[in-house]
Each structure stands twice: as C-alpha cells, then as structure tokens.
C-alpha cells in the first residue's frame, strides 16, 4: 500500500452496503475522515475465505496509485486491507486457504518525502508460514514471498535469483496469482510444459536451453521412464534347465504374461510348410508360473521374436531328438521394481523424480524419491551418485546382466580375450551414471546386452555382430567436468532472406544445438548425437531481419558449453545474399618474393534468378583504404586506392562444393630468417549483384598473411 501521506489524505474510498456491514462487524468506529468525490477510477468484487467463510465486499478506488490498482486487479477490495475505512490497518483475522493470515500486520504511515509501508502475511505463498514483506515502490520479485525457493544449499534450479520474476514468468501464469492454484503457460499439465521446454526443438527457457529431455518421447530407444515400451530379458537355457542370464532389453512378444511368470521357448530348424520347401526358424512357446510349471498350451510354429537363442540341433517336429527350451522371456530387465511401481506401465510423470523448483543435486533430482530421502549434493551432472535415486524404485542386484561377464581379470589366450576372476560391478558406486542412462536412452553405450559368436571361448550362441561391445574400445573414458572446447568457433554462413547454416566444431565428442532469434535467443534447435562437426540449418527466417545466436554443446558427461551471443541479417526477399568467403593459401618458400594467389568465395543464387557477378576488393587495411605490395588486374572502379576487380563472374573451382575465386598479384614478400618476421597482412571481401541491380551487402572481410618459408629453420 504505496501512498505519500499528502496522496492518502486525498484518498477517497467509496464504500457499498456490504462493506459498511464489514466495518460495522469489525468494531470500527467513525474513523475515515476523507470526504467522498466523483471521480471513479476501478471497481472490484472480490471474495475472500475467512476461516470457513466468504467476505465479499464491492469497492470502489478513486485517484488509486502505487499498490491499490495491483490489488484492484487481483480482485482484492478495499476492505480487505482496510477495514475501517481509509485507515491505515489490516483487518487481522484474514486467513487464506493455504494457512496465511494477515495476523500481526503492521502499516506504517510515510511522510513527505517517505512511502507508506505495509508487512502482511498474505505476501507470501499458499501454505508458507505467514510473512511479512515490505512494500515499498514494487513490483516485488517472486522470491521476496517465495522464500524457501532460495537456499545456500541450491544446485540445480528452473530460476535465477538476480532476475527470479522473469524466470518464473517463463513457465508461470501469474494473471490469477492469488487464486490458490499454481497455473503453467502450457496449462495444468506440468509434463506437457517439462516436455515442452526441454525438448531441444522450439522455445528456449528465459533464452536459455535447459537441459534436455531428448528420447523421453522416442517410444524405439529413448528413456524407459517415458515413451518407450518395456522390454523384455531373454535368458539362455542349457539343456539342463539351468539359466545362463544372456541379453535383454529386447521388445517383448505378444503374450509375455507379467513377473513372476515367463515364457518359454523351444527354437527348431525346419521346412517353412512342415513337409518342405525352403527351411526356416519356428519356435514353440509355452507360459509358465514361477515354479517352472506350465500354464495353457504349448503354441506351435510360431514365429521366433528377436532375442531367441538359436539351436539348429532340433529341428523335426516329431521327434525331441536335440530339442529343449533355449531360451526364457521374463518381463522386464535389471531387476525388481519397488512398489507402486510395475512394469510396462506408462511414462512416469516428470516430478517422481525431479523437484518442480531447485534441488541441491543436479537436474532438479528430487529431495524424496518414492519415499526414500537424497541427500544434497549427492548427484553430481555426470551422474556421479546416481545409484541413489535408482535404489529408491528398482530393487535386486544391480548390473545384474553385465556381472554374468564381467571378472576382476581380462585374460587373453592370443586370439581371444575374456574375463576370469570373481564377479565385479563394471560401474560400481562411483561411476558416472549418466554416461549410459539418461532420458535419450541407451545410446551412448554400446550393445548393452552382449551377444558372443558360435566360436566364442564365453558364449555358445548367437551372431558376431556384438563383439564391439568388448574389442570396440566404447567404454566410458574417466569422468571429467570440463565443457567441450568450440575450436574452431562457430560461424554463419549461406544467410539468404529465410535460411542460414552454422558450423562449428569441438575438441571432444558433443551435442549439437543453436539458439537464435529477433532481439534475444528465443528458440533452440539442434541434435543430440555426439559429434565433433556441427551442422544446423535454419530455416524460417524472416526477410530483412536481423538475428541473435549463439552455439551449445553438451559431452558424454552433461558438461556444456555456449559461444558468445552473436548476430547476423537476413537479405530482403528480393535482395541479393552476400557471398561468404573461403580460405585463401598464400605459402611459399624463401626465396619466393612474388606469387598469385586465388581468392576464393562460394556463389549466390539471386532471387530474381538472373546471371550473379561479383566484386573483389584487396586491401593493406581493414577499413580499405589503401594496398600496397599487391594489386588484383581487372577493370576496376575508377579512384579506388585499393585492389578492385570490377564487376566479373569469377572463375569455377573444381572441389567438394561450388567455389570461385579470382586472382590476386603479392609482391616484395618477407622472407623467413629463421629469427622474428613480419607477414604481409591483406583483407579482402566480395560483394554480388543480379541483372536488375540488386547489390549484396559486402561479405564479412577476410584476412591472410604472406611469407616466405624456410622450411630449414
């Protein structure tokens, strides 16, 4: 409530029936001294529960300035906070649905040349202690209610502090803040606003990409939590019963009943009709309970689902002569799910296992996940920890598949290489969890399920297409925390009037993203395969625009780096695009004291779809204005003082992809001394025009130095 005292003696507040009946019921006596005039400037109603009950008041703000029309549009009358009048006190006895109340209010009347002040507990959020906050020119940032949003202890959060209203504004719809109910942008679905923001593919959060979900909607190899269907284990079984745990995370076939039953599988090698033609894989299957008893018929002839172990032994139906049951499907793979949790169920809404907010881990991992507390600072972005939040909802032993592998010891005899030795965990507590699990999947970790040629010294069935999986060299390299490095830095290129294309690179393997847009960095696209040349086309652009960008890029162990904030502009429609330049080579060696040197460019397509020609310049000086120790022969502009090659079309270059160039004469070049030399330093550019004078823009200049080499130094 923000009024000079001149402005509030000034005040006149207009009060219906309703609220006199208010007053009167507050035991308020003739208190307001301002005299009523006409002027109206809002009218609100509003209903406001008051421990069981609804106090409606209809009131009317004259001349109102500073706090009183931010209350009048949240439907917050007058009486609310002043309930004898045009007094300065709060009606005590105000308590909202989530447990605040305006007890213990306190006003304090400014003077000249100080604001009024107000400390009330509805300035705080629904169920939160009741807490003052005092009001002085506002607006209030979100976190001066919302306190317990900011802690010391904070890893991971959706909102910076230094600007927490316009974080929150990202994913809140603040326009019924008081109502009780916290609203999302993307309405009551807080998935579809996770999911949504951290796609990779659209709207940035506060022009920043969060980190992202890719895979969660990716129902072939994305995240289990989400999209993606569960899977089945297909366990070996040697001719004794006995189980040789063997492969999973294969689709499940049809009628895989639910744990603890399974189904089993006999594979026979046979006439595709049953008498002849050509042979072909069928399978027998049969459902059994936990105990290895069979449940209904055995179904014949089927079709072999993928993961089958294979035994060309047993083929004739009429005879068991080397037939038995190789292979068991259990539903699921890597252990028990805790309850509530189940198997094939849907995807699990984003908050099982993340904080709405902040979290002192990384990713916004939930304080209690199915009950079970994670400590702060116990999940670190590589996934360091991680097992923490896994134990919470999967049970048994884990890694269980990879220890039917993996020893202590790698042994080879020479031709072939196994382990021996007691069982280990290959990523004990420790490891970086999140180089092989995360919301893309799998991906990162190559055959996770491995499968050993007829041959091989640990395996009796299956293909060799698997063998990488141990002789590939794939495994995690150590965990380190060290973004990747953009060298060299990101550029843009091929900018027509709706598209341009950005190039970039990095030192190590890496995600693949860019942010642009008019004014701030508001969309993101890109790919999340890890790569080390970057390539993203943007399409869509508006003509005669100009745009913000810069790079993002991500490695194996969620490490992320962004280039600085640059810019380009679009052409108009019928401009033409500026040509971008390419690498010029200028090498010799001593001795050499003049050369040719061709400047090379990539050509534009004109949108009037006329001849291009294109315009050279060679200068001493990047504002060119002089040359001198080279020219470049052409007709030239009459009373340039640099190299200018006129008007030509330039002359193709046979390569990967279209080029030009044009020559251009160096002349008194330095020689190499094998001590301290200079370079000749050049700039250059190249500009464009059609048949119906359209002129580009000059291209972004480029620049090489000249030398002669002593390649004995």
Not at 296 to 304: A, I, K, P, S
Not at 308 to 313: E, F, I, R, Y
Not at 614 to 620: D, F, G, I, K, R
Not at 626 to 647: A, K, R
Request: proline share 8%; net charge negative.
């Amino acid at each position: 409530m923000l009024r000079r005292a001149a402005d509030l003696r000034r005040l006149v507040v207009g009060v219906s029936l309703a609220v006199l009946a208010v007053v009167a019921a507050s035991g308020c006596g003739s208190e307001s001294s301002a005299e009523p005039v006409a002027t109206t400037v809002a009218t609100v109603t509003t209903r406001v529960p008051v421990r069981g009950s609804a106090r409606r008041t209809s009131s009317t703000i004259v001349g109102a300035i500073g706090a009183h029309p931010k209350h009048a549009a949240a439907n917050l009358g007058c009486a609310v906070c002043h309930p004898c009048g045009g007094s300065l006190q709060i009606a005590p006895d105000i308590r909202y649905s989530g447990g605040t109340s305006t007890a213990n209010a306190q006003v304090v009347q400014g003077s000249a040349t100080t604001p009024t002040t107000c400390q009330v507990g509805c300035h705080s959020p629904f169920g939160g202690p009741p807490r003052g906050v005092s009001w002085t020119a506002g607006p209030l940032q979100c976190t001066d209610c919302h306190a317990q949003l900011v802690s010391s202890d904070v890893l991971s959060a959706h909102f910076d502090p230094a600007a927490s209203s316009s974080s929150c504004l990202g994913c809140h719809d603040v326009s019924q803040h008081t109502s009780g109910t916290v609203r999302l942008l993307g309405g009551d679905s807080s998935d579809a606003d996770c999911i949504a923001c951290h796609s990779g593919q659209g709207q940035t959060l506060g022009d920043r990409t969060p980190p992202l979900l890719v895979g969660w909607n990716d129902a072939a190899q994305g995240d289990f939590h989400g999209s993606r269907p569960g899977t089945c284990r297909f366990d070996g079984l040697d001719p004794t019963g006995a189980r040789n745990m063997e492969r999973g995370g294969f689709a499940c076939p049809p009628g895989v009943p639910p744990q603890p039953y399974a189904l089993r599988i006999t594979s026979r090698w046979w006439y595709q009709s049953g008498i002849s033609g050509p042979w072909v894989w069928t399978c027998d299957v049969e459902t059994i309970d936990e105990s290895g008893a069979r449940i209904g018929l055995v179904l014949t002839g089927q079709t072999c689902p993928d993961g089958t172990v294979l035994n060309s032994n047993c083929n004739n139906p009429q005879s068991t002569t080397g037939c038995y049951p190789t292979t068991l499907v259990t539903r699921g793979f890597g252990g028990t799910l805790a309850s509530p949790w189940v198997r094939g169920q849907g995807p699990l809404p984003c908050r099982t296992c993340h904080d709405g907010h902040s979290s002192a881990n990384a990713f916004l991992l939930a304080s209690s996940v199915n009950g079970v507390s994670i400590p702060p600072a116990t999940i670190d972005r590589a996934g360091v920890g991680a097992q923490a939040l896994c134990n919470a909802c999967h049970q048994g032993d884990r890694h269980e598949v990879c220890k039917s592998c993996h020893r202590e010891f790698w042994v080879t005899d020479g031709e072939y290489s196994w382990y021996e030795g007691p069982v280990v965990d290959p990523m004990p507590d420790g490891s970086p969890c999140f180089y092989c699990h995360g919301h893309e999947g799998l991906l990162r970790m190559t055959l996770p399920s491995p499968v050993y040629p007829n041959n091989h010294p640990y395996g009796a069935h299956g293909s060799g297409d698997a063998c990488s999986h141990c002789h590939g060299g794939w495994w995690p390299p150590p965990t380190e925390y060290a973004a990747p490095v953009l060298n060299p830095p990101p550029v843009v290129t091929g900018v027509t009037a709706t598209t341009a294309t950005v190039t970039w690179s990095t030192n190590e393997l890496a995600t693949t993203y860019v942010e642009y847009g008019v004014g701030t960095a508001g969309y993101v696209v890109g790919d999340d395969a890890l790569v080390t040349q970057h390539t993203i086309n943007l399409s869509g652009l508006a003509p005669a625009t100009s745009y913000v960008w810069r790079v993002r890029s991500s490695d194996g162990f969620r490490n992320v780096t962004e280039s600085a904030l640059g810019t380009f502009a679009t052409p108009g429609a019928q401009d033409v695009p500026r040509p971008d330049l390419g690498t010029v080579y200028s090498g010799v060696n001593v001795g050499t004291y003049a050369t040719t040197v061709q400047l090379v460019w990539s050509p534009v397509t004109a949108p009037s779809g006329t001849t291009v020609e294109y315009e050279v310049q060679l200068a001493t000086d990047p504002d060119f204005t002089y040359l001198v120790n080279g020219s470049i022969v052409g007709p030239g502009i009459p009373g340039l003082t640099v190299g200018d090659s006129g008007w030509v079309t330039g002359t193709v270059v046979t390569g990967s992809k279209p080029t030009l160039s044009y020559p251009a004469s160096l002349t008194n070049i330095p020689q190499d001394d094998c001590f301290t030399y200079a370079p000749n330093v050049y700039y250059w550019r190249v500009r464009a025009r059609d048949q119906q004078g359209h002129v580009s823009e000059w291209s972004a200049t480029g620049t090489f130095g000249a030398f002669a080499l002593d390649p004995w130094c």
